[in-house]
């Protein structure tokens, strides 16, 4: 039984471009967590999504990140013109319950992505 | 500053204890957990407490919670290499259903 799955491992964009993160749930997980990680802070939710919906998207950055979770296919990430302080580590989490009942989340190994 | 504070570094001989501390600010947070992460990796579930309980014991980790300073540490029994990593202490909140996560204790072994 796999893992959370992140993919790229490591994504370098120039200031203007765009990035996509892409990350697949374990198996039989409907819920989908996206955090960012600045270097030596702990993480920070950006959203929560369910198959086909947002359900919370309170630490996302009102322009240019936007995500989804269609019903096939993996969750994306997507952030539009990166600037520098996009730089960061992007963390995807799954969980196979309702997210009301606890916090107990399964990480994938995450997507690093250098702005330069 | 962060809600939920832990000490950035801890170092620790091989084979002794290492005690890494938290402290968290919602005194409802129901479900407390610790999570290890190493060099270029994910985060790994390492264990959790209820909020009802003041201690749990899995093998040579240990957590406490004392709730009503609204402390919880983890102890790791006889400190292998292999230990070393970023733990990172979360609090669960009900109220917006959201972990919440101290910055991290970079874990140091020497030989």
């Known amino acids: 039984n796999a893992g959370v799955m992140q993919n790229p491992r490591h994504l370098v964009r120039r200031r203007g471009q765009e990035a996509r993160l892409r990350c697949s749930p374990m198996?039989?997980?409907?819920?989908v967590y996206w955090y960012r990680q600045l270097p030596e802070e702990g993480l920070k939710f950006m959203v929560y999504l369910q198959k086909e919906n947002i359900i919370d998207e309170s630490g996302m950055p009102k322009e240019r990140f936007s995500a989804e979770f269609p019903k096939e296919g993996p969750s994306i990430l997507r952030i539009q013109q990166v600037v520098r302080g996009d730089s960061a580590a992007y963390f995807c989490a799954s969980s196979p319950a309702q997210r009301g009942s606890s916090g107990e989340q399964y990480f994938g190994p995450g997507t690093r992505l250098t702005v330069t | 500053g962060e809600d939920v504070e832990q000490s950035l570094f801890l170092s620790v001989r091989e084979g002794d204890s290492s005690v890494i501390n938290c402290t968290y600010t919602?005194?409802?947070?129901?479900?407390l957990y610790w999570y290890k992460q190493e060099p270029g990796a994910g985060l790994q579930l390492l264990t959790y407490?209820?909020?009802n309980m003041d201690m749990k014991q899995d093998q040579r980790l240990t957590v406490l919670l004392n709730k009503k300073d609204k402390h919880l540490s983890l102890r790791i029994a006889d400190t292998q290499t292999g230990d070393s990593a970023i733990y990172f202490c979360?609090?669960?909140?009900?109220?917006?259903?959201?972990?919440?996560w101290g910055a991290g204790t970079k874990l140091i072994i020497k030989p």
């Open positions: 979360a609090e669960w909140r009900d109220s917006n259903y959201q972990l919440i």
């Open positions: 407490i209820f909020s």
């Open positions: 198996k039989g997980h409907s819920h």
């Open positions: 919602d005194s409802s947070s129901t479900y």
